[in-house]
């Protein structure tokens, strides 16, 4: 379908839908507060003076996954005596969730992929969970928190299609094209070691070449320019950066594919295919749990505004929106695992690693949309079964997932899908989205949801009763052509220390998963 059939397709859906659809329904912007964050930005919370000061062994600043990585890493070391500080009104960074009409959902990443051995950190954080044990002398995942089948689906052609990859109605040509990509990146894998997390990766000369060119013009010199071939890889850059083909380096888009099981032709039935873990809530699941042991110790809706050492210490300086005050830690060594944006305004003499990391990292703003539903939605013509996951072909948005896939009760009853919308740089999105993210009303994205999933589900409209909006401007690091050139050496380094700072976070990888936060969470835990 092309955009211009796309747009008047599902103008003629709302349409008959019934134009007064939209009004109906209730909704609004949660889950961030961007005034406690701009208001950082803006220096406004950096006058206070400090009305208390207290006193601790280790200050964490930021309660993002990696920040609870450290927590974790501190309590496994029998060290209690520290605090965490987070931003928010509850902890987890992307990997929170909330309830909309009492069904839980995700406010930011709805799955983990079953981790490699290269991310040991992590599948040790599973079994602590009883995610995974071992059985038999062979690990085994608990099947009830693995996504179960049908997982993905693609509506093409008209109709939905098992799978993401358009496969039904393409020429010969096109799976040429598929066959030969998938070739690339096996030969990629043969030149060079790919990982998760990607500390463990040597910086081969193979790997800093394809970080110097964008995928789009490896793609091109690769001679691979099906157009089917590149919607699709354009979705998975979108997905896990934020930003198109033609925007992030072709280390990540091969990266992508290479890092875990490769790229799949169709009729290709060799190899392992990924699997993985999720819940209603999405990766909030295993947010949740690593905040529960922590008490008193996390300190939510605390901006921290000064992070310096001293000759003793650290001293670690946090407006509490609750009451209007600043409050001041001392303490021995400071846990920074606040995105480097943020970090390079709040650490007073920062270190040139921090300085170069923040000139070189750019981000992608993101919109997460929980849309209450009172019934199941229908499907507007033939093909593969409502999925975990189910995409629309060529549209801005990256589909949706639904709540109650997981659930073994199969009684109809109302749920709630979650809708993804990228917004950095990408051949259908080209201006600036933050000032888009936060200029443009509620309702505006509430019809741009409306009219791209309307298109396989007519009955949209008529049955969505709230539409909750979670806005991230800086949601995930791009690894852009060169970053990981930029950043250097140190960076690629599972610890990153200065002085009596250990530095944690996402960013320091150039991309942000779940796996890359977490193993650097968890090893500036263990400098402490």
């Given amino acids: 379908m092309k955009r211009r059939d796309f747009i008047a397709a599902t103008a003629g859906a709302l349409a008959l839908a019934g134009c007064d659809a939209p009004q109906s329904i209730e909704g609004g912007f949660t889950g961030i507060e961007v005034a406690r964050g701009h208001a950082l930005r803006d220096g406004a919370l950096k006058a206070s003076t400090p009305t208390t000061v207290f006193r601790t062994r280790v ?3 930021g309660g993002g996954v990696a920040g609870l990585a450290a927590a974790r890493a501190l309590r496994l ?14 902890a987890g960074g992307n990997s ?6 009492g069904i839980a959902c995700p406010l930011g990443a709805h799955y983990l992929p079953v981790p490699g051995d290269d991310a040991s950190e992590v599948q040790d954080l599973l079994e602590e969970l009883g995610l995974r044990k071992r059985v038999s002398g062979r690990w085994e995942y608990d099947e009830r928190n693995l996504c179960h089948s049908p997982q993905e689906r693609l509506f093409f052609q008209g109709e939905w299609q098992e799978g993401l990859l358009p496969v039904h109605g393409v020429t010969e040509s096109t799976l040429a094209q598929y066959r030969l990509f998938a070739s690339r990146v096996e030969a990629s894998q043969r030149k060079t070691r790919f990982a998760i997390p990607m500390a463990k990766m040597a910086a081969t000369p193979e790997m800093l070449a394809l970080d110097a060119v964008s995928f789009a013009a490896w793609l091109d010199q690769e001679s691979l320019g099906d157009t089917h071939l590149r919607w699709y890889l354009d979705y998975c850059c979108r997905d ?3 930003a198109g083909l033609a925007h992030v380096s072709a280390w990540a888009g ?7 099981h490769g790229f799949h032709a169709p009729g290709d039935d060799s190899g392992e295919r990924d699997a993985v873990l999720t819940w209603p809530e999405g990766n909030a699941w295993l947010a949740r749990r690593m905040v529960g042991p922590l008490g008193d110790r996390i300190k939510v809706a605390h901006a921290v505004t000064r992070i310096a050492e001293s000759r003793s210490g650290v001293e670690v300086d946090a407006f509490d929106a609750a009451t209007n005050t600043t409050m001041r830690w001392e303490a021995e060594r400071c846990i920074v695992a606040l995105p480097v944006f943020i970090a390079a305004r709040v650490v007073e003499n920062s270190p040139a690693v921090l300085r170069n990391a923040a000139a070189n990292v750019r981000y992608a703003p993101w919109l997460v ?3 209450h539903l009172r019934a199941p939605l229908g499907d507007n013509g033939h093909g593969a079964a409502p999925s975990w996951d ?12 639904d709540a109650r896939h997981q659930t073994l009760d199969p009684t109809p009853a109302p749920t709630v899908l979650s809708w993804y919308r990228p917004l950095g740089p990408s051949a259908s999105d080209t201006g600036d989205g933050r000032k888009l993210l936060l200029d443009r009303p509620w309702s505006g994205w509430r019809d741009d949801l409306l009219a791209e999933l309307s298109v396989p589900h007519p009955d949209l409209p008529s049955l969505t009763t709230r539409i909750d909006i979670t806005r991230y401007g800086h949601a995930m690091a791009m690894p852009t052509p060169g970053l990981l050139t930029q950043l250097g050496a140190a960076q690629r380094r599972e610890r990153i220390v200065s002085g ?5 976070h996402a960013d320091w990888s150039g991309y942000s998963i779940f796996e890359e936060a977490f193993t650097r969470g968890h090893f500036a835990g263990l400098e402490s």
């Fill in 59 to 61: 200050v964490i600043a």
């Fill in 77 to 90: 070391s029998g060290i209690d005596d520290f605090v965490l500080l987070e931003l928010e009104d509850s």
């Fill in 96 to 101: 929170r969730g909330g309830m909309l009409e």
């Fill in 240 to 242: 896990d950066y934020g």
């Fill in 254 to 260: 091969i990266h992508y594919f290479a890092s875990r």
């Fill in 369 to 371: 949309a929980n849309v």
């Fill in 390 to 401: 189910n995409l629309v072909y060529d549209t801005p948005g990256l589909g949706y997932v």
């Fill in 500 to 504: 009596r700072l250990a530095f944690a």
